[in-house]
């Protein structure tokens, strides 16, 4: 199991796949380090059939948002707003901070 350097809310870019989102952008909203994968907002969605559990639950074909493997994402930096990789900077304290290859600045 490999550490994951993306974190819920950060921005990602999709690197790979298909070209209806390769080179998009999005929010992350979910992480499972468990399984190495990424929930990224409006990039490869998916259509469900779903039943209703209650009422007031939605019904029907709903479009979801799947899971992707995090090694087809990259981290963009919030700073010069490009694709990188992250570094890691420890300080005297003990803290540690991620932090942008291109332009050093913190995540």
Excluded: W
Aim: proline share 5%.
């Amino acid at each position: 199991m490999k550490k994951m350097n993306i974190k819920t809310g950060d921005t990602v870019v999709l690197l790979t796949g298909d070209k209806k989102y390769r080179g998009k952008q999005g929010k992350v909203l979910q992480v499972s380090p468990k399984e190495g994968k990424v929930i990224v907002e409006g990039l490869n969605e998916v259509k469900k059939h779903v039943k209703p559990r209650k009422a007031g639950d939605p019904s029907g074909i709903i479009t979801t948002e799947s899971a992707i493997y995090a090694s087809k994402v990259q981290l963009v930096c919030p700073k010069c707003n490009k694709p990188t990789r992250v570094a890691h900077k420890i300080y005297a304290d003990g803290k540690k901070d991620r932090v942008c290859k291109k332009c050093n600045e913190t995540f």
